[in-house]
């Protein structure tokens, strides 16, 4: 089945140690986003891609960064996570124009300790 | 005022209960609105999409008002498996930066 896949599930990493997170997407969607959970929040997006196009929330840390090599994946790299970026991480897709719906990853849960 | 707003929850409601909860959101010229659902720890799953129309899927019960800028969520006959946390989405008007807003959600507590 089409789907959106994120991996790994759960990541636990030491503060200040570089972490990756993954997500990869069968559905062709031009858009792919980063968001930011944390406990009892709301999805706080990070940046997205429309095709190439990077697109930065404007209160993203640096510390944040984000590649997508092909229409397919698309990476969110931690530089040095803090404590703080204990969160869950969510990628989604959408076709972009109206009616655009969001389809989400199971989510990567991060633990920084 | 926030881009969308809405009840703050949680709300505790016994089973077979009607329930509704309201979420606005501040940009006029939204496009198109959902609600989506989620369960603790999992990822937020479509529930339905609203149309200015109204539309209704089994218990389920969404409505869109442009003209107080207000989407509702109307759930009858509600069930244990109901208990999530339920989250309004707006979408601005299409750009190729489209930018996808939620709300911080509404805790929802069916008890038996």
């Known amino acids: 089945d089409a789907m959106v896949i994120q991996n790994p599930r759960y990541q636990v990493t030491q503060f200040g140690k570089p972490v990756t997170l993954s997500c990869s997407q069968t559905l062709n969607h031009n858009v792919m986003y980063w968001y930011q959970q944390k406990s009892s929040q709301a999805p706080k997006l990070l940046f997205h891609?429309?095709?190439?196009?990077?697109?930065n929330e404007a209160d993203t840390p640096d510390n944040f960064q984000s590649r997508r090599p092909n229409t397919s994946f698309c990476f969110l790299d931690i530089r040095s996570p803090g404590l703080g970026d204990t969160a869950m991480y969510l990628c989604?897709?959408?076709?972009?124009?109206?009616?655009?719906?969001?389809?989400f990853g199971s989510g990567t849960q991060l633990s920084v300790l | 005022r926030k881009e969308v707003e809405q009840d703050p929850g949680p709300f505790n409601v016994p089973e077979g209960a009607t329930v509704a909860f309201n979420c606005t959101y501040s940009n006029s010229a939204s496009q198109s609105f959902f609600w989506y659902r989620q369960d603790c720890r999992k990822e937020p799953k479509l529930l339905m999409s609203v149309y200015s129309s109204g539309n209704e899927d089994g218990r389920f019960t969404a409505q869109l008002n442009r003209a107080s800028q207000y989407i509702s969520l109307l759930i009858r006959d509600s069930k244990l498996s109901d208990s999530a946390t339920y989250l309004c989405v707006v979408n601005p008007p299409y750009s190729s930066a489209s930018k996808i807003i939620f709300g911080s959600g509404t805790r929802l507590s069916i008890r038996p």
């Open positions: 989604a897709t959408s076709l972009p124009g109206l009616g655009e719906k969001l389809f």
């Open positions: 891609y429309y095709d190439k196009d990077f697109n």
